[in-house]
């Protein structure tokens, strides 16, 4: 219900640019980010193709894959990108359009060991997969 | 401060990273320059918040701040590299953006107003300038010790933030060599452990670390050393997927040893007194 | 209205509050509590001790000129002019279950965080701490529990009366008043020097050195009873 919502009542490529402040159409598909990216492996569709997706308005495909979620916000790919794009700043603005439609991507009672992880870990954890 | 330096600790510090937290206390007591623990302080967040109309995110690291503003300090010093990025983020967003600051301190209506006066720095940054303190508080050598550097990611990225090169630091190099160890070129030391994903995605960070680990190791390395809290948990208690056991030390253990003094190390997975021992650091 | 209550009613100021919508002129100088009283409500719900300590009373409050949502306990509130207020007889946060011997802090740094996760979330917005009758520094003993500092939880969360209001608007969904409970048993369990006068005390009340006393009060007759209330020994404040 709640996806449903997100995916027909919204310009999502606006709400992206506006929670980000960056521009989508600045990206010219180089692949720098996801070259750098640590996390690509385990990403099942590559940064700028989400990007792509963005633009051309295809959200099933954002919101059916997982990257933004495999994203660490590392910020590896921000610091490399040739047309100076803030991709992390991109990818935390398609996280929070999920977040705030009160979609929680962990469940904080279903955390294996908390006792053993750091704060860092489970307050981090929580502040990008929880809204 | 003119005896020391305030210290904001972050919550990791209290609990899991304490053995950062008591040798760096001892390490910087014996360089004449102590960390004198802020009256009061808030969680960081761990991460920054970078949507661009998220104040809630920026509360709690600004009341942090000022925190430090009231108790008249201009400096914070961070130990741990997440709380350093959070706290430095948020500053900066404050100090560029008057509308934030300006609704910021509204919210906050009954405290003082954060006037974006303060400056954060990292341990690096205090080490940087003492560098002929470190040297002569050096008692034993740690030499023979083979050991790669690993920064991570929050000491270096964004740009803004960064406390050396981005793609190529070296500041903790030059640190450890004051230590009398044998430095290691760790091209993987920008690359990220895998993070919060420790929490419910261990896999993934099962992989960075055997990613990280391995090239190390296979550099000849004994030991990592780092400086942040996630980064050492990250490193020491995955490594049981790997087929390594090397430790992973914070800098300031290994400059407390350097020093001759006594540090407790106890929230270490992988015991690095045997290889302390074995190098004769420790008896 | 009959003309002397008219007169009364002329001498005592009264001002306009609204329950619930509804509006009503109630005499100035009443608590909330006694004003819905006047007005013809009759407490069911929601009403206790009377007396600031029991939480039943929580109330969500705007007065006229202000735009800040406020809450305090119906009982020790005095009614303002334009008052618009509702009760919250009770606030939903269902209390951890937990075995009191398993969760020695000194083997679990983090069991507060264990059993109370969202502790994770505070964002430290403070609405907590602005809620609380009891003027605790509630976002304060939030954080110490997020450290694993079980003692200064206790500590700063000792006056607590569980009204809930901490709770109702907290954005990170934290049950503040149930976790704080916890610290304070776990302190008080594992922490606290062991009381000999406590032992002590309980012992003689097992074997019966008070059940004279007790048997002599509970079929007293209701004006002894009360005489003997009236005169009993008070320690002087202070």
Known sequence: MKLKKLRGDIDFMEKVE?????????????????????????????????????????????LEHNTMWICAACYTCSVRCPRDIDIAKIMEAVRQIVLRADIDMVDVDEVDNIEELPQLAVVGCFRKETG | MEEGYLYYPGCTLKAKGSDYESSAMKVMEKLGKPLIEMEDWYCCGA?????????????????????????????????????????????????????????????????????????????????????SEIEEAVENPLDGLVVAPYYGCMLLRPDNVAVDETEDPEMMENFLELLGV????????????????????????????????SYAAGEGAEAIVLSCPLCQFNLDFHQRA??????????????????????????HKIDPRTLLKEKGILE | MTPDEDEKNEEVEMVEIFVMGKR??????????????????????????????????????RTKDEY????????????????????????????????????????????????????????????????????????????AALRGDVERTAELSFDCIHCGLCSIRCPADIKHYHMAQMARRIHAKYNQPESDELDKRVEEIKEGKYDDEMEKLVNMEEEALKKRYDERDIKEEG
């Open chain 2, 182 to 213: 044998e430095v290691l070129d760790n091209p993987k030391r920008t690359e990220c452990c895998g993070s919060y994903h420790t929490v419910n995605r261990s896999d993934i960070v099962e992989k960075r670390v055997e990613d990280i680990v």
């Open chain 2, 242 to 267: 790997t087929e390594f056991e090397i430790p992973i030390f914070y800098i300031t253990e290994l400059m407390a040893l350097a020093f001759g003094l006594d540090i407790e190390m106890k929230n």
């Open chain 2, 47 to 131: 991460v920054q918040s970078l949507a661009e109309d998220d104040i809630m995110h920026q509360i709690a690291p600004i009341r942090t701040m000022c925190c430090a503003q009231e108790e008249g300090e201009e400096e914070l010093i961070t130990l741990c590299d997440m709380c350093y990025n959070v706290l430095r983020q948020a500053n900066d967003r404050m100090k560029e953006k008057e509308d934030d600051l300006e609704t910021m301190n509204e919210f906050l209506d009954e405290d003082p107003d954060y006037e974006a006066g303060v400056e954060i720095y990292h341990l690096f940054h205090i080490l940087e300038d003492m560098k």
């Open chain 3, 68 to 143: 800040k949502l406020r809450m305090d306990l119906a009982c020790q509130t005095a009614v303002e002019d334009g008052m618009f207020l509702v009760q919250l007889p009770f606030m939903p946060a269902v209390r951890e279950d937990y075995d009191i011997d398993e969760v020695d802090p000194e083997e679990r740094e983090n069991v507060l965080l264990d059993y109370y996760p969202e502790i994770a979330r505070c964002v430290s917005c403070n609405t907590c701490t602005k809620a609380c009758p009891q003027d605790i520094e509630v976002m304060d003993y939030v954080q």
């Open chain 3, 24 to 61: 009503y002129k109630v005499p100035k100088g009443l608590t909330i509590m006694t004003a819905l009283e006047y007005a013809g409500y009759k407490f069911t719900r929601g009403c206790g001790c009377r007396g600031g300590f029991c939480g039943a009373c929580s109330t969500v409050f």
């Open chain 1, 18 to 62: 506006e929670l980000s402040d960056e521009s989508l159409n600045s990206c010219i598909q180089c692949g720098t980010c996801s070259a750098g990216c640590p996390f690509v492996e385990d990403m099942e569709i590559l940064p700028e193709r989400v990007f792509k997706h963005i633009t051309l308005g295809n959200i099933d495909e954002v």
